[in-house]
């Protein structure tokens, strides 16, 4: 059994922070490139961050670069994202996912890339 449980979500005002756990059961995380996205009521799936199964390489979305921030445990098993300055624009169910393959730097925010994919966590920022 493979999962992917996202915790850490909530209401927040806006310029408030969050930080967003995701922890794997049924497998050892560290085999795997992780991925966070996030959707919108009634817009597509939209990649936020990305970090490498050792921890060497992470990527971010325009939008959220410089106030997210991305970190891994591999002896807890588990991935934070660490968010910042939150904006109303943030709002969403946020996901981490997990890939066994190795992804390319042009395609680590790509939700085709990944495998194993958590139920989600509600983010909402107030103004």
């Known amino acids: 059994q493979l999962q992917l449980v996202e915790s850490g979500g909530g209401l927040v005002q806006a310029g408030g922070s969050l930080r967003l756990s995701c922890a794997a059961s049924?497998?050892?995380?560290?085999?795997?490139?992780i991925g966070w996205f996030r959707q919108a009521p009634g817009l597509e799936r939209e990649g936020v961050s990305f970090?490498?199964?050792?921890?060497?390489?992470?990527d971010f979305a325009d939008s959220v670069k410089g106030r997210f921030f991305i970190s891994r445990d591999n002896a807890e098993n588990t991935v934070l994202l660490q968010m910042n300055n939150l904006k109303r624009e943030d709002t969403g169910i946020y996901y981490c996912?997990?890939?066994?393959?190795?992804?390319?730097?042009?395609?680590?925010?790509?939700?085709?890339?990944?495998?194993?994919w958590g139920r989600g966590t509600q983010v909402t920022v107030s103004s």
């Open positions: 049924g497998f050892t995380l560290d085999y795997y490139d």
């Open positions: 996912a997990a890939t066994v393959r190795t992804v390319r730097r042009s395609w680590t925010l790509d939700s085709r890339q990944y495998d194993y």
């Open positions: 970090i490498s199964r050792d921890g060497g390489s992470t």
